[in-house]
């Protein structure tokens, strides 16, 4: 069965340190990873897919197919980057996501 | 630059209602979502369509139906309300893949449902 994992429901950070959601997933087939990002009184928007090997916003990513992970890095942390962020998967016919449960990221002055 | 519209921000209903919420995409997106968000679950899949009058269920659909009669309109349906469906419910949709990688969701902005 599909299923994501995300192991921290907050992280707190200082500003300017780096860091690292975790993001790991369960998935038979090729999977499709992505980070969504919550801004506070926004709507969820999509942050990166893996398949773009893109960096946004100073965010990065890489499917670990060894591991089965996807985990979102950013070397020096900025408090804009406090929000609620959710990895997901997407797999199977029609399009379906799977979302981990999401880690609030707390970024300190 | 708004493509997915969902009617209410925030809604108070009372045990027992039907209700309905509404979500309307400007991108003509085959596929359409429903998903509750609670804190500490993440996003659950209540109901998806890939078309026009074709609908499937998703992780959790007891207690909920959906309605797609046009392309860009998908409604879901709490036949009677109770307590434990209050949540914030987000819409989405998306492209389907035709052998590509997929682009993924396009949310709406959340309806806040409160059930009393």
């Known amino acids: 069965a599909q299923r994501v994992t995300q192991p921290e429901k907050l992280l707190s950070v200082f500003k300017g340190a780096p860091v690292e959601l975790k993001c790991n997933y369960s998935?038979?087939?090729?999977?499709?990873l992505f980070w969504y990002v919550q801004y506070s009184r926004q709507r969820l928007q999509l942050l990166l897919r893996h398949i773009s090997r893109e960096s946004i916003k100073g965010f990065t990513a890489d499917l670990n197919k060894g591991e089965t992970s996807f985990h979102l890095k950013k070397p020096f942390a900025q408090e804009e980057d406090s929000a609620m962020y959710y990895c997901a998967l997407s797999g199977g016919n029609f399009n379906k996501f799977y979302f981990g449960s999401g880690t609030k990221l707390n970024v300190k002055p | 630059d708004v493509k997915v519209t969902q009617s209410s921000r925030y809604l108070v209903k009372r045990t027992g209602e039907k209700v309905f919420l509404e979500c309307v995409q400007d991108m003509d997106h085959e596929n359409m979502f429903w998903y509750r968000q609670d804190p500490g679950l993440g996003l659950r899949l209540i109901y998806f369509s890939y078309d026009v009058k074709m609908k499937e269920k998703g992780d959790i659909p007891e207690g909920y139906s959906v309605s797609r009669e046009k392309k860009e309109r998908f409604s879901l349906i709490l036949e009677s309300a109770s307590t434990n469906q209050t949540s914030m419910y987000l819409c989405?949709?998306?492209?389907?893949?035709?052998?590509?990688?997929?682009?993924?969701?396009?949310f709406g902005s959340g309806t806040r449902l409160t059930v009393v």
């Open positions: 998935y038979s087939g090729s999977p499709e």
């Open positions: 989405a949709s998306s492209l389907y893949p035709s052998g590509g990688a997929s682009y993924g969701y396009t």
